[in-house]
C-alpha cells in the first residue's frame, strides 16, 4: 500500500463538538505529523508523532490531541471545537531523521467545517 | 511576521507565459521546498533545494543562501498549471517540520 489515505475527506461539525481525523501513512513510514491549513493561509505545524509518542509540538492548545497506532496510522482530535477550527487538515509521513528534509508524502486532507 | 514570506499573492498568465514566484525567509535552513497544491487539497512536492538551482521539465528553482532567497520559474505556462504554489523551509531546529509560505495562488488562462 503506498501513499498517504485521510478519512473522512470532509467534515461538518457544530461548535461545541468533538472530532477525529484519521490518517494511514505510507508503507515503511513511521513518522506522522499534521498540519492546519485555514482558508488562504500557508498549512501550520500542528504535531508529530513518533513510534506511538508525540515528537514535537506546535503552537496548539490541548484540546488538539492525537495519537499513533502501532501499525503507524495517526488519529488527531479536537476537542470543543470552535468556529476557528473549520481548515483543511493535513497529515504528512516520513521516515524519522529526513522528514521535511525529504522523504515525506502528503495526504490530500479533510476540510472541517465548524458551524 | 511569518517565517517565510511568498509573493506575489495571486497571479494570473495567459498560456505560454513565463512565470516567476519569489520566496524570502528569515531562519537558517536546512532545505527549501516548492510544493504545488491543487484544488482538492493534496499537497505534491516539485523540489527540494538547499544550494544552486533545479530543473524538472518546464519547471526551475534557483536559491541564494546568502541572500534567503528562492525563485520558482515556470516556462511556457499552461492551463494545468494552475494551482497554488507553496514554499516551505525545514531546519534540524524545527525538528524536521516545515514552515510553510502562504502560497501563491495561480491561474493560466488559455
Known amino acids: 500500500e503506498t501513499g498517504v489515505t485521510q478519512s473522512p475527506t470532509h467534515l461538518i461539525k457544530t461548535r461545541g463538538q468533538q472530532v477525529t481525523l484519521r490518517c494511514s501513512s505510507q508503507?515503511?513510514?513511521?513518522?506522522v505529523s499534521w498540519y492546519q491549513q485555514a482558508l488562504g493561509q500557508g498549512p501550520q505545524f500542528i504535531f508529530q508523532?513518533?513510534?506511538?509518542?508525540?515528537?514535537g509540538r506546535g503552537n496548539f492548545p490541548p484540546r488538539f490531541s492525537g495519537l499513533q497506532f502501532p501499525n503507524y496510522s495517526s488519529e488527531l482530535n479536537v476537542n470543543a471545537l470552535e468556529l476557528d477550527d473549520s481548515a483543511l487538515y493535513l497529515c504528512a509521513s516520513s521516515l524519522p531523521g529526513t522528514g521535511a528534509n525529504y522523504g515525506y508524502t502528503f495526504g490530500s486532507g479533510t476540510r472541517l467545517t465548524v458551524v | 511576521k511569518n517565517e517565510v514570506e511568498q509573493s506575489p499573492q495571486n497571479l494570473t498568465a495567459q498560456e505560454g507565459e513565463f512565470i516567476t514566484i519569489n520566496c524570502s525567509y528569515s531562519?537558517?535552513?536546512?532545505?527549501l521546498h516548492w510544493l504545488q497544491q491543487h484544488p482538492g487539497g493534496g499537497i505534491v512536492s516539485l523540489f527540494m533545494?538547499?544550494?544552486g538551482k533545479k530543473k524538472h521539465g518546464r519547471l526551475i528553482a534557483t536559491i541564494n543562501i546568502q541572500e534567503k532567497h528562492s525563485s520558482l520559474h515556470i516556462t511556457a505556462s499552461h492551463p494545468r498549471d494552475s494551482a497554488v504554489y507553496i514554499c516551505a523551509v525545514s531546519s534540524r531546529r524545527t525538528g524536521n517540520q516545515f514552515y510553510f509560505g502562504t502560497g501563491t495562488s495561480l491561474t493560466v488562462i488559455p
Open positions: 508523532y513518533y513510534r506511538e509518542e508525540e515528537n
Open positions: 508503507s515503511g513510514h513511521n513518522t
Open positions: 531562519v537558517g535552513i536546512s532545505a
Open positions: 533545494l538547499s544550494s
